[in-house]
């Protein structure tokens, strides 16, 4: 099967290009490396934008692509909440413009990141689909505009799509050759890891007066290689003719900011210095998924906990000190 990987130069599409090469898919990749890096792709690489309709129309044209996995997007709430439009514009837009030239192309099926940051605030843990959705920031208010994008378009032109709702997302190939590599980076694990390298002298801990058993904030950690075993599977899913769906995509295991140091110095054998610095806005204090749906329905459960997380995350800061 001909695959497209829309944003695979960046963390989690390299990784699925990496992935589903080594199962025998046909990839290729598009991608316009505004945060991506040509060295985390070996395959057939497209250096373009999805919102150049042109752009695309020519390469569904060229290529016989029978499905799309989507992960171009911003990402980064901070950033989302003073650069708003740029976000709707990359985001949305983007989206928009790839839903129709596949309309086009007549290729209906499609897998695509969205985010826990669709949920917004809740109280009770686990977090299941049904939650209510209310984001608290423009990045997860795209996110929710892409999947009813989807919705609209399923009912108009007959797409079919899953949904994944990722939680956070962290960990590497295991032989650290491709990994996380973002400018700035802002993810609590990689500057975990950047601080044990000694390029940063301490990990600022964003608050640790929040209702949580340590005081600090609580997040559900999936390895990127497990995350990708998901993509595959929605992916034969769609194949096989079942209908669109949505999933979180988390462990249902949380890690409070100062167990996550705590666990990387035990990984490193490095004493990481820590600082208690103020929250961040925008931080809700817990984040847990249920992975129950995802588990019934496409069979998929995480095979890495957190320590394998932290160590092939590891790997590749080892390697790449300075980033790609
Ligand atoms: N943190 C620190 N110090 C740092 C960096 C992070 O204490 O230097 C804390 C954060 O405050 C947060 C936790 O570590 O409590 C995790 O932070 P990340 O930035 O690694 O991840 P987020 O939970 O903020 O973000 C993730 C995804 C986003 C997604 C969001 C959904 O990376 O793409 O979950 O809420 F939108």
Redesign the pocket.
Known sequence: MKVLIAGGAGYIGSHCVKIMTEQGYDVIVVDNLSTGHREAVKEKLYVGDIRNQAFLDELFQKEKIEAVIHFCAK???GVSMTEPLEYFDNNVSGTMVLLQAMAKANVKKIVFSS???V?GDHEEMPITEEYLTNPT?P??ET?LMMEKMMKWAEIAHGFKYVSLR?????GAYTDGSIGEDHQPE???????LQTALGKRDH?????NDYNTADG????DYIHVIDLIDAHIRALNYLSSGNISEIFNLGSEDGYS?LE?IEAARAVTGINIKQEI?P??A???AK?IASSEKIGRVLGWKPKFGIKEIIRDAWSFHKKHPEGY
């Open positions: 990402s980064l709430v985010s826990a940051a949920y920031n990045y997860g996110k990722y939680f956070n997302v962290a802002t993810h609590l694990i990689p500057i975990v990990i600022t801990v964003y608050g600090t904030c609580v997040r900011v996550i610095g929250r961040r925008g931080d809700p984040l």
